[in-house]
């Protein structure tokens, strides 16, 4: 625990925050270090030396530690050494009114780890409390460094684990710091004065609010580079002046916070001890060797004279300091058991007997550290470590932890775990196959720690059984003696001191086989309407698969749609309700199987569209309809055999037809109802969707009597309004129309109104006369029955209604209105004004005559047409045969009088207009045009005219598609188009530009390059394809199903050569060829007829020699077969050894042996043979003769005559002549090996150093 008091006239205040409100003595000690203003010799302040100083009470792990000036100074009991701010050595007491005034300065950026007290201003840090904190500048805070001399760096000594930590305490001038040790041996340091100071109250109270400034060390050790301890005051402070030493001060209030604001700060200087002590333990050094012992202890001093008063001190021993000591004392592990991959350990628990007394523990719980790795914790003193490597070297050692207190790491324990078997080797990969031989190469595996010193290789074949083919250091394999294309499986083990590996993964492997034989056809397992899908079995010695498929409709024959090793396949994208064709084939190592026998198999047909609206054919009835629809666009690929009709009438659909028919009649309906109607259609592929829903209404009646119109109003000399309802009835359709009819006073009765409203104003009418008024209702049927009469009087107004004009057609264009003036009511008439509307009216006549229609079937839309006094016009820019009616009104002054009746004209009809659209689809020679029917002008059209260049070509009939043919390919062609009717010819359209496409390329010519018995090579063009043209080579064979004479293709790509192969001797092939590029396929060219050439007799092994009794040498040798019915002949050669000459023929005959006669003796010769056909027409062709075969003649019996020594000498001259080229080189090369070894060793013998000298 460390602790460090102030002391002074008053209470005793302690740098832990603690105060104890009793009075001390202040003593004199023959050893003072006084702090004179600033340290060092001189009393200016001096700025910090960047390296921190080291004091004189032994800060560091040695007794004795330098001053300021480099001199070494023992420590003793009751001195201390006090560092200026420029880090001064030891000196007198100076008195207090030598103080001098200093400018304060900021101190280095950035703050340290653990700043002292002192506060930040934003741009550098101060000594120092900040002003909010304290307000009086006095002696109490010159303990943060406010007394105006500069902070004096006291080491303290701690007496536990913990490193000492050094705080700042600011001395005053005439102070000195004291060592004491009380009772408990604990060193304590006394600041004394000579002097009662007088002690302001510090705002830190318990009524202020505001908390003491807690004090945070530096690390242990030395300070961070660039850290610098604080001397001076903040600018804001002013100079201190130490007041008079005879003035008395109040006892400083207690803070009872001081204590827990203490253990806030303990906390993390806890943690930092326990880093610094875990890191000093792994480096293998203690942190109790770099503290001092504590000092011895000291009875208290006696009070003295001068003022000087008694210090009493307090044990402040921190339980948790001591927990954590004992939670230190603890013993390396034991590795009681260790294994390849598992080691048991084992500790001892900390003895923490009478620390309950001051510090309730807890369960401990252990930390175990491998290889400076947390593994896990533990709460047993016995743990388990699994997952070990073999062969490896561990370290491991644990921490104690009891709550929140954790002690230091124990010894740490090494182990090396034991080897074992290797590990499982990896798969073998195979090499090389053959149909008897494996070969198998295999990598290297983990030794965990012993050297394999064997692999095994073992195989298993069909029986189940596991056999070893190998066991060696090698790590590769050939094993032989295998079935041909047989499965095996094979697995590897590796072996070194301790035994046998576990197996690797088993590799599956087959040897070579046969040619698969030709597969059964594929068998259909399920149809749909786009797909088929396709099964097969698998036979022995069949790998892959391939499935070829022929659509009639393409013309591309069988093109390969699947290749793989499944045994069915799906194909997609199939046309509905349409037959295809199929074949199968198998391939292995070996080769491919022939196809399989053609199967075709059909697609199902699908669900058709649905069919058109239902639509009502003919009239309306009031109770029945006729209802009738289209077939479907699309049947789905069936024709649809089948139509279901539904109607509903409010209630729901119900059914009203079935059958095949497309039209119906439904009956007993309400009239003037609306129904919903909908079809649909089946066929083989099923039921359609329903069509979309129509709406049909049956014909309603007249509607019922109206009542007779009322007068609105009063009527006026010249108009009157009238007013009238709806009928009781209307007939079942909505009434769209009311009529009245006005009876003049003439008897005339003319309709006044035709309209949807209820009321209307009747105009024109001549002053006090009277009128009869009749109104009915008017529906889409007809109109109803007359209401009862209305009499009324009207006065004068404006002119009455003219009569229709007359019309007459000058032009298709044009029409001429002739009308009379009416009666004006007496004003004059001021203008007319002729409207005119498009109407289709059932009784108009193309005339020249104008016609009337009395009744409109419907409302016409009028537009102004003539505006004028004069009673006739012309209309102009109508539209060839349409109908059009007018209509006059005159006004005079009175008003504007009612229009005259419907006069309608039909103009005739006119030449057709331009054709609007044309598309063309352009080929080689020819080009399809089409094109929108245009406008006919009331008259149908009869044919077309298009013009092409300077030709003329007409349309046979009305359709709006032609091909034009005999085109130039490549070429622009300019097209108009021209309609034409009875009338005359329409306008010329838009020309229309279109280019032909290229022709299709001709075929190249068959050249013959060379020819063989079994091959064809051939080539076309002139060896440069520069257009990339695509080349079909095809050649006559016959089909096997029905012995008819077909072309197949055999080659299909850019190249302008082929060989042909496989074919047989002898033989007339008949070939042709086409071109084709993006134009189109070419024709094909002239068939060539080529043949291949007779086949050779094959070469004959080399002719067998045996010597016979009577001296003669029988050659013989394996006859060969003869093609065809040719016959085989055979010429044996022979050729005496050693001599400059060719082979000579010596026998040629039919028989497979010959004997050879006369020969040299002790000579060698060679003799070969070959066959020779004889064909049926006398040509002779040779084969390739065999390989020569060498024999020697026995020497000649030894003739003993008086004249045999005197040619001895001839003979042995002239036996070199006799040897072989073989003897000769063999004599050469040990003549030559003599030579050079004489050589060496004359040159060994002449170039040796001496060795005696």
């Not at 004091?55 to 023992?74: D, I, L, R, V, Y």
């Not at 080491?155 to 102070?175: A, D, E, F, K, W």
């Not at 644990?398 to 034991?418: E, I, P």
Request: aromatic share 8%; glycine share 8%; proline share 11%.
């Amino acid at each position: 625990m460390l602790t460090t008091m102030v002391a002074g006239p008053g209470p005793t205040y302690y740098l832990d925050g603690s105060s104890h409100a009793h009075t001390v003595d202040v003593m004199h000690q023959q050893q003072q270090l006084v702090s004179g203003g600033g340290g060092g010799v001189s009393a200016q302040p001096q700025q910090p030396s960047p390296q921190p100083q080291q004091t004189t009470n032994g800060a560091s792990s040695n007794s004795s530690s330098p001053t300021a000036n480099g001199t070494p100074t023992n420590s003793t009991p009751n001195s201390i050494g006090v560092d200026g701010g420029g880090g001064g050595g030891q000196q007198p007491p100076q008195p207090h009114h030598h103080h001098q005034q200093y400018t304060p300065q900021p101190m280095a950026q950035g703050p340290p780890p653990y700043c002292p007290p002192e506060y930040f201003t934003g741009d550098a840090y101060y000594p120092g409390p900040p002003p909010e904190y304290c307000h009086h500048p006095s002696h109490i805070c010159a303990v943060h460094g406010v007394a105006g001399t500069g902070p004096a760096s006291v080491r303290m000594v701690s007496t536990n684990s913990s490193p000492p930590i050094p705080l700042p305490v600011q001395v005053p001038p005439g102070h000195v710091v004291q060592q004491i040790v009380d009772e408990t041996g604990t060193l304590r340091h006394v600041i004394l004065s000579p002097q009662p100071v007088p002690m302001p109250m510090c705002p830190y109270g318990p009524n202020t609010g505001q908390a003491p400034p807690q004090f945070f060390g530096p690390p242990p050790g030395p300070p961070p580079q660039g850290y610098v301890q604080p001397y001076q005051p903040p600018p804001q402070y002013p100079p201190v002046v130490s007041p008079p030493l005879a003035q008395a001060s109040p006892p400083p209030i207690y803070n009872p916070k001081s204590d827990r604001h203490m253990r806030q700060y303990d906390k993390p200087r806890t943690k930092y001890y326990q880093r610094q002590l875990h890191h000093n333990n792994k480096s293998g050094t203690s942190s109790l060797l770099n503290t001092p012992p504590p000092s011895p202890k000291k009875e208290p001093l006696a009070r003295k004279n001068g003022g000087e008063e008694e210090i009493h001190t307090e044990d402040g021993e921190d339980p948790r300091s001591s927990l954590q000591h004992l939670l230190s004392q603890v013993k390396s592990p034991k590795v009681i058991d260790v294994t390849p991959h598992e080691a048991v350990i084992q500790w001892s628990a900390p003895d923490l007997s009478g620390q309950h007394d001051e510090m309730p523990v807890s369960e401990l719980l252990y930390d175990v550290f491998l290889n400076n790795s947390l593994y896990m914790s533990s709460p047993a003193t016995q743990l388990t470590i699994t997952g070990l490597k073999p062969a490896t070297e561990y370290r491991v050692y644990f921490q104690c932890l009891c709550g929140n207190v954790r002690g230091d790491s124990s010894g740490a324990t090494a182990f090396h775990t034991h080897s074992t078997v290797p590990d499982a080797p990896q798969l073998p990969r195979m090499l090389h196959k053959s149909k008897t031989t494996l070969q198998f190469r295999w990598g290297s595996v983990k030794e965990n720690g012993s050297r394999v010193t064997a692999f095994i290789l073992e195989l298993c074949g069909n029986n189940g059984e596991w056999t070893e083919v190998f066991r060696g250091r090698g790590k590769q394999h050939t094993i032989a003696k295998l079935q041909p294309h047989t499965c095996y499986r094979v697995r590897l083990a590796a072996v070194n001191e301790h035994g046998k590996s576990e197996y690797s993964p088993e590799t599956i492997a087959y040897t070579s086989g046969v040619v698969p034989s030709q597969p059964a056809p594929p068998a259909l397992e399920l149809a749909t309407v786009t797909s088929l899908s396709l099964g097969w079995t698998r036979k022995p010695m069949e790998e892959t698969f391939t499935l070829q498929m022929e659509d009639s409709l393409n013309g591309y024959g069988f093109r390969p749609v699947y290749n793989g090793r499944d045994t069915r396949f799906t194909c997609q994208g199939l046309r509905r309700n349409a037959d295809y064709k199929f074949r199968l084939c198998a391939h292995n190592d070996e080769g491919t199987s022939p196809y399989s026998d053609i199967t075709c198999y059909p697609t199902l047909p699908d669900r058709p569209k649905p069919p058109s609206a239902p639509t009502m054919k003919g009239r309306a009835k009031s109770t029945k309809l006729m209802l009738t629809w289209y077939p479907p666009s699309d049947h789905g690929g069936s024709p649809v055999n089948g139509y279901k009709v539904e109607l509903n009438d409010g209630s729901g659909f119900k059914c009203v037809y079935s059958g095949e028919a497309t039209e119906t009649e439904c009956t007993e309906l309400i009239p003037g109802r609306n129904y919903q109607v909908r079809a649909l259609c089946k066929s083989l592929g099923g039921l359609s969707e329903w069509s979309d829903t129509s709406i049909v209404t049956t014909e309603a009646v007249c509607p019922g009597v109206c009542q007779a119109p009322r007068l609105l109003g009063k009527p006026k000399a010249s108009l009157l309004q009238l007013k009238w309802v709806h009928p009781e009835y209307d007939g079942g359709a909505p009434v769209t129309e009311f009529h009245i009819d006005m009876m003049a006073p003439d008897n005339e009765r003319r309709q006044v109104y035709c309209g949807r409203d209820l009321e209307c104003t009747v105009a024109s009418l001549l002053p006090g006369r009277p009128y009869i008024f009749l109104v009915r209702g008017v529906n889409r049927i007809g109109p109803g029955p007359w209401s009862e009469p209305l009499e009324v009087v009207s006065g004068a107004g404006p002119p009455d209604a003219p009569h229709a004009p007359h019309l007459a057609c000058r032009s298709p264009y044009s029409v001429h209105l002739v009308w009379e003036e009416p009666i004006n009511n007496g004003a004059g008439i001021d203008q007319y004004n002729v409207q005119i509307a498009e109407v289709s009216c059932p009784h108009a006549e193309s005339s020249e005559s104008s016609s009337t229609c009395g009744d409109m079937e419907s409302d016409l839309t009028f537009n102004s047409a003539y505006t004028g006094s004069s009673t006739t016009t012309e209309v102009r820019n109508l539209a060839p045969a349409t109908t059009y009616a007018f209509r006059v009104c005159c006004s005079n002054s009175a008003g504007v009088g009612p229009w005259s009746s419907h006069a309608t004209v039909t103009t005739p009809a006119a030449p057709p207009a331009p054709v609007a659209y044309i598309s063309s689809s352009p080929a080689a020679t020819a080009v399809t045009l089409l094109w929108g029917e245009p406008a006919n002008h009331g008259d149908p059209i009869t044919h077309y005219v298009i013009e092409v260049g300077d030709k003329t070509v007409m349309t046979p009939g009305l359709e709006t598609e032609y091909t034009l043919t005999d085109l130039q390919p490549e070429t622009l062609y300019r097209i108009r188009i021209q309609a034409m009717n009875s009338v005359g010819p329409g306008g010329f359209s838009g020309i229309h530009k279109v280019t032909t496409k290229p022709l299709p390329p001709a075929p190249p010519s068959l050249e013959l390059v060379k020819a063989s018995y079994n091959s064809l090579k051939l080539k076309w063009g002139d060896g440069r394809n520069l257009d990339m043209l695509t080349y079909s080579l095809q050649m006559e064979f016959t089909n096997s199903h029905n012995g008819t004479r077909e072309f197949y293709q055999v080659y299909n790509g850019t190249n302008q050569n082929y060989k042909v192969v496989r074919l047989e001797e002898n033989t007339e092939y008949r070939l042709r060829i086409c071109a084709s590029n993006e134009a189109g396929v070419g024709p094909y060219s002239a068939v060539a007829h080529l043949s291949t050439t007779k086949a050779p007799p094959l070469p004959l092994k080399a002719p067998r020699v045996m010597e016979s009794p009577d001296g003669s040498h029988i050659v013989e040798w394996c006859s060969v077969r003869c093609p065809g019915e040719d016959s085989i002949v055979y010429r044996l050669q022979m050729l005496q050894a050693g001599k400059d000459q060719d082979y000579s023929s010596v026998f040629t005959g039919s028989e497979t042996s010959y004997s050879l006669r006369g020969l040299e003796p002790h000579s060698g010769y060679y003799v070969r043979v070959c066959g020779v056909r004889v064909c049926r027409d006398g040509e002779t062709m040779a084969g390739a003769y065999s390989s020569p075969t060498l024999f020697n003649t026995p020497k000649p019996a030894p003739v003993t005559t008086p004249k045999a020594a005197a040619n001895t000498s001839q003979e042995v001259g002239l036996q070199w002549h006799n040897l072989s080229d073989q003897q000769k080189a063999a004599a050469i090369l040990v003549v030559f090996s003599l030579f050079c070894a004489v050589a060496a060793i004359g040159l060994h013998h002449f170039l040796a150093p001496d060795t005696g000298r």
